[in-house]
């Protein structure tokens, strides 16, 4: 499909976000599980902007980006602190509605995420879905609105004060958008890793994908999105990490309680 073709998922998206993407086809791949990958996503000079406030973030905050783990206790620089800058995009509401709508979920306007940095030689994670449970403080957001994780609300558990109220969401979609690996060639390593089956003790990938700048992939999370970061890579791996979420009796509905994954 053309970009053009996903902006119609947000018909209601204004013309100053629009001129943010390239225009260039997004695949959607049935295989080994359905997900959408896109090359050069947005123009130049704002791919531009994205990489210089990355850079900034990560000379001004290492030892955050040392914290981060593949799998389910990833971390990195919460997309909730940069809201100043243009990576504040992942956090609007247009972003959110584009990326629910070629997803085809419908979903809360809750969203997580965070910059991911993986040092040269990192190890390789584990195969994980990211249907997973994460907790949000208030009512749900309206149309329009987002709604972040909030401090006052344990993300995994939703463990809060008594008098703060808090929902329970599953993770619906999964967005991994590469920024800062600049000369990436085939061989370099840190791709994520996409699996058909994790059977055995040492699952092959039917796919990967690369880390290459300004690309991008999304996908439903599903009991069968197995995914991981391929780790072994010759040079740091960076990229944004995010996720939109969906009501947990959706999720409960479509794919049974005890296929949520628990933290």
């Given at each position: 499909?053309?970009?053009?073709?996903?902006?119609?998922?947000?018909?209601?998206?204004?013309?100053?976000?629009?001129?943010?993407?390239?225009?260039?086809?997004?695949?959607?791949?049935?295989?080994?599980?359905?997900?959408?990958?896109?090359?050069?996503?947005?123009?130049?000079?704002?791919?531009?902007?994205?990489?210089?406030?990355?850079?900034?973030?990560?000379?001004?905050?290492?030892?955050?980006?040392?914290?981060?783990?593949?799998?389910?206790?990833?971390?990195?620089?919460?997309?909730?602190?940069?809201?100043?800058?243009?990576?504040?995009?992942f956090l609007s509401r247009?972003?959110?509605?584009?990326?629910?709508?070629?997803?085809?979920?419908?979903?809360?306007?809750?969203?997580?995420?965070?910059?991911?940095?993986?040092?040269?030689?990192?190890?390789?994670?584990?195969?994980?879905?990211?249907?997973?449970?994460?907790?949000?403080?208030?009512?749900?957001?309206?149309?329009?609105?987002?709604?972040?994780?909030?401090?006052?609300?344990?993300?995994?558990?939703?463990?809060?004060?008594?008098?703060?109220?808090?929902?329970?969401?599953?993770?619906?979609?999964?967005?991994?958008?590469?920024?800062?690996?600049?000369?990436?060639?085939?061989?370099?390593?840190?791709?994520?890793?996409?699996?058909?089956?994790?059977?055995?003790?040492?699952?092959?990938?039917?796919?990967?994908?690369?880390?290459?700048?300004?690309?991008?992939?999304?996908?439903?999370?599903?009991?069968?999105s197995w995914h991981t970061?391929?780790?072994?890579?010759?040079?740091?791996?960076?990229?944004?990490?995010?996720?939109?979420?969906?009501?947990?009796?959706d999720a409960v509905r479509?794919?049974?309680?005890?296929?949520?994954?628990?933290?």
């Amino acid at each position: 499909m053309s970009t053009g073709e996903a902006l119609r998922a947000a018909p209601t998206a204004p013309p100053w976000f629009v001129e943010l993407f390239a225009h260039r086809r997004w695949i959607r791949r049935a295989g080994p599980f359905p997900h959408v990958y896109a090359r050069d996503v947005f123009v130049p000079e704002f791919f531009q902007r994205l990489t210089e406030e990355f850079q900034r973030v990560l000379r001004q905050q290492p030892e955050a980006f040392a914290q981060v783990t593949d799998g389910y206790s990833a971390s990195g620089v919460p997309l909730t602190t940069l809201r100043d800058g243009p990576l504040a995009l992942f956090l609007s509401r247009e972003w959110h509605d584009l990326i629910a709508g070629v997803a085809g979920v419908a979903t809360t306007g809750d969203v997580e995420g965070s910059l991911h940095h993986h040092p040269a030689g990192s190890p390789s994670g584990w195969p994980h879905n990211d249907l997973n449970p994460a907790w949000f403080a208030g009512p749900a957001p309206g149309p329009g609105e987002i709604r972040t994780p909030d401090s006052t609300v344990d993300l995994k558990t939703g463990a809060r004060a008594a008098s703060i109220t808090a929902r329970e969401t599953v993770r619906a979609v999964a967005v991994l958008f590469y920024l800062g690996n600049p000369g990436w060639v085939a061989g370099d390593g840190g791709e994520t890793a996409l699996y058909e089956h994790i059977a055995g003790s040492s699952p092959v990938p039917a796919l990967t994908v690369a880390p290459l700048d300004n690309s991008m992939v999304l996908f439903e999370c599903t009991p069968r999105s197995w995914h991981t970061f391929a780790g072994n890579n010759a040079a740091a791996r960076n990229s944004v990490v995010m996720w939109l979420h969906q009501p947990k009796s959706d999720a409960v509905r479509r794919w049974g309680g005890d296929r949520i994954a628990q933290w």
